[in-house]
């Protein structure tokens, strides 16, 4: 079984400042994971992923993420948040077989503030 | 172009009647698949297709019937509708089943039953 918690369901950060999204999996097998935005009214974006190669991982709009597997954490960071960056953004994980099933978080809704 | 399209974007119905959601990809893709967002944004799987056959069929109202009618199309038709159906669906694409491929979203059709 799968799945992904994500801490915070609302993180509001100042323009500028670091934006750090929280992401803990659980998987019986060693996972992929995936971060996806979503904008308002629009369908999932996807930031990045990991797929066992680096555990650091570079996405897109200066988004990255670090794979631990000893804290089984994948959290999602940006080093200087901008006003565009407000949206909902969602971890999931998958595993090798069972026809790509993707286990979706709660989401995180990032406000940034002027 | 746009990679994964859905007809309609809105869809408002009444209590029991029957609905049809289309999507198709154009980007050459085998395996597709339907998820539904709750009123909290929760995003769920219910099918997925692997160059047409039926491979993933979550817990899900038998209501609910997907169809394939080749790789590029997968359409979601829902009989004697509730108002627990109310959700945004959307449809994926995928190159194939493998864990390693990112799944690309549409822009979702918005269902609203009264």
């Known amino acids: 079984a799968q799945s992904v918690t994500q801490l915070g369901s609302h993180v509001s950060v100042s323009e500028g400042a670091l934006v750090l999204l929280r992401c803990n999996y659980s998987s019986s097998v060693p996972p992929y994971l995936f971060w996806y935005v979503q904008y308002p009214n629009q369908g999932l974006q996807l930031l990045l992923k990991y797929t066992s190669a680096a555990t650091l991982v570079k996405g897109i709009n200066g988004f990255e993420a670090e794979f631990k597997k000893s804290e089984t954490s994948f959290h999602l960071t940006k080093p200087s948040a901008h006003m565009s960056d407000a949206a909902e953004y969602f971890c999931a994980v998958t595993q090798g077989g069972g026809g790509n099933k993707l286990t979706f978080g709660t989401g995180t809704q990032l406000k940034v503030e002027l | 172009d746009t990679a994964v399209s859905q007809t309609p974007k809105y869809l408002v119905t009444q209590m029991g009647n029957d609905k049809s959601i289309k999507c198709e990809q154009n980007?050459?893709?085998?395996?597709m698949y339907w998820y539904k967002q709750d009123s909290k944004k929760f995003l769920k799987i219910m099918f997925s297709y692997n160059n047409k056959e039926l491979i993933i069929n979550e817990t899900v109202p038998n209501r609910f019937s997907p169809k394939s009618p080749d790789k590029a199309h997968l359409n979601l038709h829902i009989n004697s509708l509730e108002l627990g159906d109310s959700a945004v669906y959307f449809c994926?694409?995928?190159?194939?089943?493998?864990?390693?491929?990112?799944?690309?979203f549409g822009p979702g059709t918005r269902l609203t039953v009264t």
């Open positions: 994926a694409s995928s190159q194939d089943v493998a864990a390693t491929y990112e799944q690309y």
């Open positions: 980007l050459g893709h085998d395996t």
